[in-house]
């Protein structure tokens, strides 16, 4: 069940940051021929815990564990005119696991909703001239489990100043979604037969803009404007009136959000690097948050290097959240999930990065093992963990 496990998801993406990258030689000879430049694998295992499960209307556990999989790679090659040509081939599946989803049907104990898998490829093509600093790409994706089927397809263009310090990025994406509406057991019609669908889309624009303002200090602004539309509720969420009625959540089928952000990176030196983000975030449902992150890597030996890293996160409640218990029939919209209530998070952790001069396990052209660790703690009593290990070819 998509948003079931989507904060697991959300932390595994602060795992993938990429390395920064070495500017092209454009003295060197460049392939016309399609040649693999890089390969990432990654693999993690996510796993948490609570009290607040929504399916059970915010009581109940949250234990829920995810195995993922992915395998990226890049193929370069220039044209006759020096353009750059990648395309970047991208292909992830999970597995879960989930307690509260398995409460869907209450008279069942390991029902087929205690977990799921998801399978989630993607291509990217990516259209470079480095003489003049322009960058085209377009991309298509989909994600595919039992109740959710998501296509996606995005946009943009890069230039760079006269004098390549600073860059302007424009992206647009859009996914579009089919949704089973898989209610609890206990409201659904008897002798009904087989799962209604539902629409639901995303639009989002994205606008940034980096700079590289001297040798030791780069910076990035960030504004995304995103609009969805369609079921936005999710089918299997009970609430639970004060009269001690059992009712599915109902929301909106509207929402916008406008994140707001800022990075900078700080080089003390050659072996420490400052990386540092704050992001706004607000949007109709009038929940608003603030996010904090800072990451140290510290280059400790030529081929071994440390990154320490802290999150921070705090969010006003959504309008139409309310506990256990709470809610009546004077409310148009309500939920009893957690994910849209009041709370503050801490997400801390530590990366190793390893680059031996052989290769990993001495093979030449895999040059990078990375393992990242880290443990999110959130004021609604929920906890999880999580472990990623990346390895990558070049």
Known sequence: ??????????????????????????????????????VNLVSSYYTQDGNNAAVTGGIGSQHLTDIANTIDVKLVKYGETGIKHTFDIEAGIDHYTSASSDMIDLSANSSASSGDNRFYPSLTYIRENEEKGQTLAVGVSSS??????SFGGNISFSKKTKDKNGEFTAKLQTFIDQLKLIEPIELRTPGGGGYDSASRNTFA????????????????????VISQ????????????????????????????????GLRASYFVGDNVIIRAYYRYYTDDWNLQAHTADLEIPVKLTQAFSLSPFYRYYSQTGAKYFKPYGAHTAA?????????????DSS?????????PPNGVFGLKHWNTLEIRYGHYTRTTNMTSDIISINIKYK
Do not use: W
């Open 347 to 355: 997400f801390f952790g530590m990366g190793m990065k390893f680059t």
């Open 144 to 149: 595919t489990e039992f109740d959710y089927q």
């Open 229 to 260: 539309n369609g079921y936005l509720s999710l089918p299997f969420h009970r609430v639970y009136f004060a009269d001690g009625s059992v009712h599915q959540e109902k929301m909106p089928d509207t929402r916008l959000k406008i994140p707001l």
């Open 205 to 224: 624009g994205t606008l940034s803009y980096s700079q590289i303002i001297n040798q030791r200090l780069q910076v990035m602004l960030v504004g995304d």
């Open 1 to 38: 069940m998509k948003r079931i496990f989507i904060t697991g998801l959300a932390l595994l993406g602060l795992f993938q940051a990429r390395a920064q990258n070495v500017p092209t030689d454009s003295t060197s000879y460049k392939s016309k021929k399609l040649k693999i430049e890089e």
């Open 331 to 343: 409310d148009e919209y309500y939920t009893s999930n957690y994910d849209l209530s009041k709370f």
